[in-house]
């Protein structure tokens, strides 16, 4: 794939957080450098960006889809009251691939696991 002036500025700007924000957070940082872009042209390009696995597409979180500039494999935690994505840091077990490989017929290539519950924040609110 080509890479755009466009496509770089997305990647950056998921790059530079790890809050794993929407697409209408990144139309507003990438804005900062390419001011007539669309939110048309960043949802495009995130499509495209995450289909060749140059970012992760997390998934709708609340009413929104959530992205993420590291595409090591990892895992997530969404908090259910305030809709708060975060990385869990504990080494990324492939065995669960490999089971599921065993039970599915088909080619499964990697798998994202999201853990749900409250965060700290909202605990302690």
């Known amino acids: 794939m080509k890479r755009s002036k466009q ?3 997305i990647i950056e700007a998921l790059c530079s957080t790890t809050i794993h924000p929407t697409a209408d957070w990144i139309y ?3 804005r900062k450098k390419i001011p007539n872009i669309s939110l048309g042209t960043i949802y495009r390009n995130l499509n495209l960006l995450s289909s060749e696995n140059d970012i992760v597409k997390i998934g709708v979180i609340g009413e929104q889809c959530r992205y993420d500039g590291n ?5 997530h ?3 259910k009251r305030c809709n708060k994505v975060m990385d869990i840091d504990f080494e ?3 065995s669960i691939s490999e089971e599921a490989d065993k039970l599915f017929d088909g080619d499964i290539e990697y798998h994202s696991l999201l853990f749900f519950g409250t965060c700290k924040d909202c605990l302690d609110n």
Request: glycine share 0%; hydrophobic share 30%.
């Open 77 to 79: 935690f969404v908090c």
């Open 71 to 75: 595409i090591k494999p990892h895992n």
């Open 28 to 30: 507003d940082e990438v």
């Open 92 to 94: 990324y077990d492939n």
């Open 7 to 9: 496509r770089e500025a």
